[in-house]
């Protein structure tokens, strides 16, 4: 059987009521999508509008340093880092740069570390601090010459303080920012930029030591000599043994029971298994001299 192209047409075609309900569905998708478009735009100016609201809004003004809440401060008052911060009051919440405010602080010696937040309810700021705490005096070396010498760093020339990590900071670094912080009882003479590393050991084995350790001098690198209450005492080269030195020391802590304290003129622990005090020699006074 045979079919005429007619008979193609006549299928093919789209029936009327298949139009009308094509047309309902265009019609329908173009009102959703309007609708859409309608309430994406209304909702993008109603943040904006909202946003300029807020940040213009008396209720989320910060009017005074008051509204600036401090916490973990140890050497610094309140106060110091209300004062340190550079927000025009008053300010709105919303336009606080907490990351420019967390940079001003850190810029400030003392200040190791900051966290700044905005607190909503109430409206204000909260600071978490990270200070660094002096542990040493840091004394520069005088002697030392004003020209380098290849390969060997040069000693701070101006008085300091340093900190457990071995941070240098001026020593009014605190003073001059109305604060007060008690001198260290330890001194540091000749520090050098670059030995942090050995300056954060050397001060966790002295910070513990049983003797009283009250200077180190670092001007020869050649021989560290530590103040004590036994007496001076010549290390030789900073090392690895520094430990089993202070352990030996702490052995010779019967000296004075055994030597006049008065005569003893440095002990020598270059070789900690071999200690060696050094005595004034006493003289003997010529014959017929009483």
């Known amino acids: 059987m045979s079919l005429s192209p007619s008979s193609f047409d006549a299928a093919d075609t789209p029936r009327p009521q298949d139009l009308a309900q094509r047309r309902q569905q265009l019609k329908a998708q173009r009102k959703v999508r309007f609708y859409t478009m309608a309430w994406r735009a209304f909702a993008i100016t109603g943040l904006a509008c909202g946003s300029v609201w807020l940040a213009t809004s008396p209720i989320w003004l910060i009017r005074s340093a008051q509204q600036v809440e401090v916490s973990d401060n140890q050497l610094l008052s309140d106060e110091n880092i209300q004062a340190l911060l550079p927000v025009p009051y008053p300010q709105s919440l919303l336009k606080v740069q907490p990351g420019q405010l967390k940079a001003s602080l850190t810029a400030y010696p003392p200040v190791e570390d900051a966290v700044v937040s905005r607190r909503l309810l109430p409206p204000g700021l909260h600071v978490k601090l990270t200070e660094r705490v002096p542990v040493a005096i840091a004394l520069p070396d005088t002697a030392f010459p004003v020209s380098a010498i290849p390969d060997q760093p040069i000693p701070f020339r101006e008085p300091g303080l340093l900190d457990a990590q071995g941070y240098w900071m001026p020593r009014n670094s605190y003073s001059v920012l109305g604060a007060e912080a008690v001198p260290p009882k330890l001194t540091v003479i000749g520090m050098r930029p670059g030995y942090e590393s050995a300056w954060q050991t050397i001060y966790r084995e002295v910070s513990k030591s049983p003797v009283a350790i009250t200077a180190i001098d670092w001007k020869d690198l050649n021989n560290l000599v530590l103040q004590t209450e036994l007496g001076s005492v010549h290390l030789g080269p900073y090392g690895s043994s520094f430990a089993t030195q202070l352990g ?28 060696v005090v050094e005595t004034l020699q006493a003289t003997n006074p010529p014959e017929g001299v009483p």
């Open 248 to 275: 030996a020391l702490d052995q010779l802590r019967a000296l004075e029971q055994e030597v006049n304290p008065e005569t003893v003129v440095f002990i020598d622990l270059r070789d900690p298994n071999n200690p």
